[in-house]
């Protein structure tokens, strides 16, 4: 199975300042179909995941432009311009290229 | 707007069965493939399995392989996770997904 490693677990960071999560994945994770599904996930304190960025940078409808992808291959950033207090919770990466789909172990994103 | 309604908590005994519904809304169904991923109390996103609304086809994680019936209903666009012979450590909340959309959640106790 693919292994996803994010780093940090933990981020406490001030409002107003970037933060950056890594993601790195046990193997490449480019599709024969030239895709890279790698997808990041923000879940809220007691709400459901929500899907935040897909295939490596596309962000899904209605995400604030703050919030960015990038990487290739087996490492990939998820960046927050600015962070604000509605970005507190925890962060997970998600490989959809090979069977069976996994996850990272997340990070939690905290105000300082 | 899509929405993924997902049935109400269970408490089940071990030994037992689970069936969890997800009923998706104003949504092409068999265009797409629902996920199934799980969160036991304060841990991360777990994958169980996936299911093309359009053919069938499953895929599940090896964890779950023999314990995990994915199947969906596209004349009501619902799609079901049935899991059997439930342990303490099934206790957990139940996410389907499709795409960028998730369900609410559906926890499930296990508990004699």
């Known amino acids: 199975d693919v292994v996803l490693t994010q780093s940090p677990l933990s981020l406490p960071v001030t409002l107003g300042q970037p933060a950056s999560i890594s993601c790195r994945s046990s193997q490449s994770l480019l599709y024969s179909d030239g895709n890279t599904y790698l997808s990041w996930f923000q879940q809220r304190p007691g709400q459901s995941p929500r899907r935040l960025i897909y295939n490596i940078s596309h962000r899904d409808s209605g995400v604030p432009d703050r919030f960015s992808g990038s990487g290739s291959g087996t490492d990939f950033t998820l960046k927050i311009s600015r962070v604000e207090a509605e970005d507190v919770g925890v962060y997970y990466c998600m490989q959809g290229t090979h069977w069976p789909l996994t996850f990272g172990g997340g990070t939690k994103v905290e105000i300082k | 707007q899509v929405q993924l309604e997902q049935s109400g908590a269970e408490v089940k005994q071990p030994g037992a069965s689970v069936k969890v519904s997800c009923k998706a809304s104003d949504f092409i169904f068999t265009t797409y493939g629902i996920s199934w991923v799980r969160q036991a109390p304060g841990q991360g996103l777990e994958w169980m399995g996936w299911i093309s609304a359009y053919d069938g086809n499953t895929k599940y994680a090896q964890k779950f392989q023999g314990r995990v019936t994915l199947t969906t209903d596209t004349s009501t666009r619902t799609a079901n996770m049935e899991l059997r012979s439930l342990r303490s450590d099934d206790t957990a909340v139940y996410y389907c997904?499709?795409?960028?959309?998730w369900g609410q959640g559906t926890l499930v106790i296990v508990s004699s």
């Open positions: 997904a499709i795409e960028q959309y």
